[in-house]
């Protein structure tokens, strides 16, 4: 809220995260299992997607921003934080 009352003052315009778990298989694509308002939040619904991973789990990953990739004979679960485009940071011509 703070960073929306700067933003409205004429400070930068606020940036929302999103966390977005996702599965799939190699070369075939995927999709979103869930969208979360944090990491934290995703932790019930990852630990439970990556225990039905049919070939367990042969590779695990943590990126400096906190997404989670895991990957299982040819199937991969991930989750990663991406930025919402806001309607201000649209206008401000900042959403990227």
Do not use: K, N
């Amino acid at each position: 809220m703070e960073r929306l009352r700067a933003y409205r003052a004429g400070g930068p315009p606020p940036v929302q995260v999103v966390w977005l778990l996702e599965a799939g298989e190699d070369h075939e694509g995927g999709s979103v299992l869930g969208v979360f308002s944090d990491r934290e939040a995703a932790r019930g619904a990852f630990l439970d997607a990556a225990q039905r991973m049919p070939f367990g789990i042969d590779a695990a990953e943590e990126e400096e921003d906190g997404s989670l990739r895991l990957h299982g004979g040819c199937d991969w679960l991930t989750l990663t934080p991406h930025t919402v485009a806001t309607t201000e940071a649209i206008e401000a011509g900042d959403a990227g």
